[in-house]
């Protein structure tokens, strides 16, 4: 309990200091030099002073870049800032061991998601240790993050939550505070709804992405005990991950929401699963609330067995039959034939 309730209180401090940060209009940061969109330069000497550019309507690790000085970073129409130094040096990469309980310190940092592609990889935290405290994020980078949506923002008071929200449909794409990655938006039918969720911090205008509209978010905070053994399959997605690994078929919405490790799931099977262990029409869904218990007399009939949210061969083995595939707890589907 004593970790979690240092996490809500860094929460609850982080939005009030970048509420206030976007209010007054500061980039977040003194070592942050933001440039002007409207006046680029031209031309530019040749002198060596690296400095790391912050790019918007990027991929992965294409958001940063190291330029020879400010000028030539400045010049490019897709870089919205810079700090001093090449990136390489500004970074600060994430240890094994997460940190437990952080400084209530406000140095403005750009926490960065491993394996992630995008400008919702990056997200404005408290400092570096807050950022290296979620399980998700591989390095910081010191001042504000390469955000091409920042003016469109919205925020949410965090001491002056909605009570009562009309049903008018004018929707917003929420976001999750202190959450970093595509599964922090989600779609809701008013910017009063989505602050009336005491998880939001901020939220911008129209639907978030293609597919958000599907989702079914689980209440992280409710996970249900006990589940009924129907099978109505669903497509779950481990939190705060980005890939074809984060999906698995689950049994039913209720086994889904069991996993402390969804966030989320969506109608019918998973179509983008990580590696599916053979031809993807013919595999075979288990279910996982009615495996199978006695598996001799089915003889030997290989199939490839699939362990969920798993990349690579570690992930995939051949078993004697399908019953002894879904026997396994760690198996979610199966493939006619040895792996």
Same mark, same amino acid.
């Given at each position: 309990?004593?970790?979690?309730?240092?996490?809500?209180?860094?929460?609850?401090?982080?939005?009030?200091?970048?509420?206030?940060?976007?209010?007054?209009?500061?980039?977040?940061?003194?070592?942050?030099?933001?440039?002007? !969109?409207?006046? #680029? %330069?031209?031309? =530019?000497?040749?002198?060596?002073?690296?400095? $790391?550019?912050?790019?918007?309507? @990027?991929? /992965?690790s294409?958001?940063?870049?190291?330029?020879?000085?400010?000028?030539?970073?400045c010049?490019?129409?897709?870089?919205?800032?810079?700090?001093?130094?090449?990136?390489?040096?500004?970074?600060?990469?994430? !240890?094994?061991? #997460? %940190?437990?309980? =952080?400084?209530?310190?406000?140095?403005?940092? $750009?926490?960065?998601?491993?394996? @992630?592609? /995008?400008?919702?990889c990056?997200?404005?935290?408290l400092?570096?240790?807050?950022?290296?405290?979620?399980?998700?994020?591989?390095?910081?980078?010191?001042?504000?993050?390469?955000?091409?949506?920042?003016?469109?923002?919205?925020?949410?008071?965090?001491?002056?939550?909605?009570?009562?929200?009309?049903?008018?449909?004018?929707?917003?794409?929420?976001?999750?505070?202190?959450?970093?990655?595509?599964?922090?938006?989600?779609?809701?039918?008013?910017?009063?709804?989505?602050?009336?969720?005491?998880?939001?911090?901020?939220?911008?205008?129209?639907?978030?992405?293609?597919?958000?509209?599907?989702?079914?978010?689980?209440?992280?905070?409710?996970?249900?005990?006990?589940?009924?053994?129907?099978?109505?399959?669903?497509?779950?997605?481990k939190?705060?991950?980005?890939?074809?690994?984060?999906?698995?078929?689950?049994?039913?919405?209720?086994?889904?929401c069991?996993?402390?490790?969804?966030?989320?799931?969506?109608?019918?099977?998973?179509?983008?699963?990580?590696?599916?262990?053979?031809?993807?029409?013919?595999?075979?869904?288990?279910?996982?609330?009615?495996?199978?218990?006695?598996?001799?007399?089915?003889?030997?009939?290989?199939?490839?067995?699939?362990?969920?949210?798993?990349?690579?061969?570690v992930?995939?083995?051949?078993?004697?039959?399908?019953?002894?595939?879904?026997?396994?707890?760690?198996?979610?589907?199966?493939?006619?034939?040895?792996?």
């Open positions: 309990m004593k970790k979690h309730s240092t996490n809500f209180l860094l929460l609850l401090f982080s939005f009030s200091v970048l509420s206030f940060s976007q209010e007054t209009g500061l980039p977040g940061a003194e070592n942050y030099h933001a440039c002007d !969109p409207n006046n #680029r %330069p031209q031309t =530019c000497n040749s002198a060596r002073a690296p400095v $790391c550019g912050y790019i918007h309507d @990027c991929a /992965g294409a958001c940063t870049n190291t330029f020879a000085n400010n000028c030539s970073a010049a490019k129409d897709d870089v919205d800032g810079y700090v001093e130094g090449s990136c390489e040096e500004i970074r600060t990469d994430c !240890p094994e061991t #997460r %940190p437990e309980m =952080c400084p209530l310190l406000y140095t403005a940092t $750009c926490a960065v998601a491993e394996n @992630c592609e /995008g400008s919702h990056f997200e404005d935290v400092n570096s240790c807050l950022a290296c405290s979620q399980e998700n994020v591989a390095y910081s980078l010191p001042g504000a993050c390469p955000h091409n949506d920042r003016d469109n923002r919205i925020y949410c008071e965090w001491n002056n939550r909605p009570e009562d929200c009309t049903e008018e449909y004018d929707p917003v794409c929420a976001h999750r505070g202190n959450c970093i990655g595509k599964s922090c938006y989600f779609t809701v039918g008013n910017a009063c709804g989505a602050c009336a969720d005491s998880t939001v911090d901020y939220h911008i205008a129209g639907e978030c992405s293609e597919g958000e509209e599907s989702r079914t978010y689980c209440d992280g905070n409710n996970r249900p005990e006990t589940c009924a053994e129907e099978f109505n399959a669903v497509c779950a997605h939190t705060d991950c980005e890939g074809n690994g984060c999906y698995y078929t689950a049994g039913n919405p209720c086994t889904a069991v996993d402390s490790a969804v966030d989320w799931h969506s109608e019918g099977k998973c179509q983008n699963e990580g590696n599916s262990g053979g031809d993807e029409e013919g595999k075979v869904i288990c279910n996982p609330d009615h495996r199978p218990r006695n598996c001799e007399q089915e003889g030997y009939s290989p199939v490839c067995a699939h362990r969920p949210g798993c990349e690579g061969g992930c995939e083995y051949t078993a004697a039959n399908h019953c002894s595939a879904c026997n396994d707890i760690y198996v979610n589907n199966h493939a006619p034939g040895e792996c």
